[in-house]
């Protein structure tokens, strides 16, 4: 009888160590590069990127313009994902800085025509690798935090 419990102890946990490899996770990351406050949520599975939702808050005083030269300044990026399956972008104007709000839905995207949009040259358009986004949102100086939220 105790070898029995001790089997269906050591059986759930394996179930219960199993059942939480493989599971979707999110992490959120958030500093300042180049200017820009940034936050930046990443949902994955395994080392597999699934999603990415970043919203940049940009001072007009920091870019050393105006908000209409700004607004000109955004249309380019607005351009490149306009009409692109899995990608919603848009920017909030506020009266001293702008918001820009990038989602990538990468289980969604043309990864191929993601990169030509972008102007990266790459051959590989495979899965993008959580361990190696971590790694460069860390070096990049973001520091990981509990939950997304808009400042």
Do not use: P, W
Not at 7 to 31: D, F, H, N, P, R
Not at 45 to 58: C, E, G, R
Not at 88 to 96: G, I, P, Q, S
Not at 145 to 151: H, P, V
């Amino acid at each position: 009888m105790k070898k029995l419990c001790s089997l269906i102890v050591v059986a759930l946990v394996c179930i219960i160590a199993l059942s939480a490899c493989g599971k979707e996770q999110t992490k959120t990351y958030e500093g300042d590069v180049s200017g820009k406050h940034v936050l930046t949520s990443i949902t994955y599975k395994d080392d597999k990127v699934l999603k990415q939702s970043t919203i940049n808050t940009i001072k007009y005083d920091d870019l050393g313009m105006d908000k209409d030269e700004a607004k000109k300044l955004f249309a380019k990026s607005e351009n490149i994902f306009k009409d692109l399956k899995g990608v919603k972008y848009k920017v909030d104007y506020k009266d001293k800085k702008a918001i820009e709000h990038l989602d990538i839905d990468y289980t969604e995207v043309d990864m191929k025509k993601l990169n030509k949009r972008l102007g990266v040259s790459t051959k590989e358009n495979k899965d993008i690798s959580f361990e190696k986004l971590e790694k460069q949102l860390k070096h990049r100086g973001l520091k990981e935090k509990d939950k997304m939220d808009d400042k």
